[in-house]
């Protein structure tokens, strides 16, 4: 009974170190994949033209702006930081975008100036058109909770646009913004 209990607890230690070992260990740091390179490939600075529409069919107001992106958190997440004037007024906004590997999409968050709430997004990618297409919902400017789609188009390693669309009162789809963006040199 003696040597029994003691091949017992032999082979409780043999199992139960390791995975104490492994435990103690965390679990495994994760590292930028495959979908991180297109969050990298922004990083820097861009200057942007805002075209604003204030109805559809109404002529688009224009104004310039800066885009500063960098890599954070290990080169997971990429912040941005955008500033311009928009309607007349001084306008700043902060976005963080990274790859969420459960949903398989990328996630975001975006505050600004002209709102107060988060603006949370997924957006899916095609590397084929070089398009990513999002689904951002939060609170417009009178801070009614709205759900908008926009795109992100790559037209080569300095130049995108970004257009954001937003649904009429008779239900399709017009565009609310546009912002073209050319990389500083």
Avoid: N
Wanted: aromatic content about 8%.
């Amino acid at each position: 009974m003696k040597q029994h209990r003691k091949t017992l607890w032999l082979a409780a230690a043999l199992v139960l170190v390791p995975a104490m070992s492994a435990l103690a260990q965390g679990p495994p740091i994760p590292k930028p994949g495959p979908e991180h390179e297109l969050l990298k490939a922004d990083v820097g600075d861009w200057d942007a033209t805002v075209e604003m529409a204030a109805a559809p069919g109404a002529p688009a107001s224009v104004s310039k702006g800066v885009e500063t992106v960098r890599l954070t958190c290990g080169g997971l997440w990429q912040v941005s930081e955008f500033k311009s004037e928009m309607m007349g007024q001084p306008f700043e906004g902060r976005g963080t975008m990274g790859f969420d590997s459960t949903k398989k999409k990328y996630v975001g968050v975006w505050v600004d100036s002209m709102s107060v709430g988060l603006g949370l997004s997924e957006s899916t990618y095609d590397a084929a058109k070089k398009t990513m297409t999002s689904w951002m919902e939060g609170p417009d400017m009178t801070g009614k909770v709205t759900k908008m789609k926009a795109v992100t188009e790559w037209k080569g390693a300095d130049a995108r646009t970004f257009t954001m669309y937003a649904t009429a009162p008779d239900g399709k789809e017009v565009t609310a913004m546009k912002i073209t963006y050319t990389r500083r040199k």
